[in-house]
């Protein structure tokens, strides 16, 4: 019997041994953490639960559909339509903000109103070949100023024009002039994005998917941090000092760290590589508060840099995490890679809501802070070159990588799965053949 080894214990290096084990194979998982899930997990502190920042399942295909069928989880997942927006200008309006300027105070919905139909008389010179250009060449100078440019670079730590466009696909809605001027009228009622639509459990926290498709894992081991892998003799080490040999490696944990815990001589090339990835880590403040919430969105996104955090959730607006007549707030940091978080930040955002109205600081009950590490990809103009050296040399020694942080990409946790099915899927083929 072939042995497959799977390190990294994430969505979709669940979903990988739950599908290969689902086939028939053996299939052994190392999870440096004492849960399964990766960050798409959930804590429990006091009478409140706490996600590692906000996990929202967006459900599109199908096959995801049948899949949280048959974990027996899909009745147990309500249904929301978003409720997000965009705190700007003392203001809140709606999100996608480019169709919904009408919320914002009248000199900013004007820049932003008279830039798009600039922008959108001007089309048809060269095609843009970074997200500076893409922004100002889709929405104009006024949006571009006053949201996609602040909020990106405070999410991403890095100019605009340092951001390549693999990224935005899907992620950015692209609306057309009409959209946008009923947007500033407040005439545009309809749903747009990929997030629009979202379920989330009724009660529990994100854990509940991880949880259900690790139940279904016989070879799954918790603690099991592996610290070095060695490609040529098809082995690795965990914390403990222990080897576990393989024939076929699944590596779903990070791209730089799998590097960084590769013990083999490394070419030139794969090191440069290495070097050229960037990413931000994102602390995350989550408190439990007495009383009703503030505001009824589901999150708020704040691209202003006089604010710390550049989005505030509300995650008791639409799952059951906190006990009758109390809510949670979730408060995101992005941070650069290396250092700790500075001393006050933690206050500093805690203020920074005091002032606007969104806390109450006599009210908390429970604070919670969680650091991830990688959060978001950076993706520079350098990226898909380091990405496609990196998966080439890994396949050339026989790991497959899969998921979000091996795959080194943006995604959401129905790609997780889906990253897992399809990875699965290559397994039973091979064999097959």
């Not at 959930?42 to 049948?66: I, M």
Request: with cysteine; aromatic share 10%.
């Amino acid at each position: 019997m072939k042995k497959i080894l799977i390190i990294g214990g994430g969505l979709a290096g669940l979903v990988v041994a739950e599908r290969l084990g689902n086939a028939g194979l053996v299939v052994t998982v190392l999870e440096r953490e004492a849960e399964a899930g990766g960050v798409c997990r959930s804590l429990q502190q006091g009478k409140y639960t706490f996600d590692y920042t906000g996990h929202l399942l967006h459900v599109a295909c199908d096959e995801t559909k049948e899949y949280l069928k048959d974990l027996g989880i899909w009745s147990r997942l309500d249904v929301h339509t978003r409720n997000a927006g965009i705190h700007l200008g003392g203001e809140i309006t709606p999100y996608p903000i480019q169709i919904h300027t009408w919320g914002l105070p009248p000199r900013i919905r004007r820049d932003c109103l008279l830039g798009f139909v600039r922008a959108w008389a001007d089309r048809g010179g060269e095609e843009p070949t970074s997200f500076r250009e893409w922004v100002l060449e889709r929405f104009g100078e006024g949006l571009a100023e006053h949201f996609f440019f602040p909020y990106n670079e405070k999410l991403y730590r890095t100019k605009a024009e340092e951001l390549c466009l693999d990224w935005v696909g899907r992620y950015v809605p692209k609306p057309d002039l009409e959209e946008v001027v009923d947007g500033a009228l407040g005439l545009h009622d309809e749903a747009v994005g990929y997030n629009a639509v979202f379920r989330y459990p009724t009660e529990g926290g994100i854990r509940l998917l991880p949880d259900s498709v690790a139940g279904r894992i016989a070879g799954l081991h918790l603690g099991a941090e592996v610290v070095k892998v060695n490609l040529g003799e098809k082995w690795v080490e965990t914390a403990d000092g222990s080897r576990l040999s393989w024939d076929h490696l699944v590596a779903t944990l990070s791209l730089p760290l799998l590097v960084d815990r590769t013990a083999d001589d490394l070419p030139q090339e794969v090191v440069d590589a290495r070097r050229a990835l960037r990413w931000v880590r994102v602390v995350n403040l989550a408190l439990g508060v007495r009383g009703a919430a503030p505001v009824d969105h589901h999150w708020l996104y704040f691209p202003e840099i006089q604010f710390p955090f550049y989005r505030v959730g509300f995650p008791s607006n639409h799952g059951g995490v906190a006990p009758e007549g109390c809510h949670t707030v979730s408060v995101e940091i992005s941070l650069d890679p290396d250092g700790g978080v500075p001393g006050d930040l933690m206050a500093t955002a805690e203020r920074a809501l005091v002032d606007i109205g969104l806390l109450d600081q006599e009210n908390i009950e429970e604070r919670v802070l969680t650091m991830l590490d990688p959060a978001y990809v950076v993706f520079d103009h350098h990226r898909r070159e380091a990405v496609a050296t990196l998966r080439q040399f890994y396949a050339d020694h026989g790991v497959q990588l899969t998921g979000r942080w091996a795959e080194w990409k943006y995604s959401a946790m129905e790609d997780a799965i889906l990253d897992g099915m399809n990875s699965a899927r290559r397994f039973i083929r091979s064999f097959g053949d």
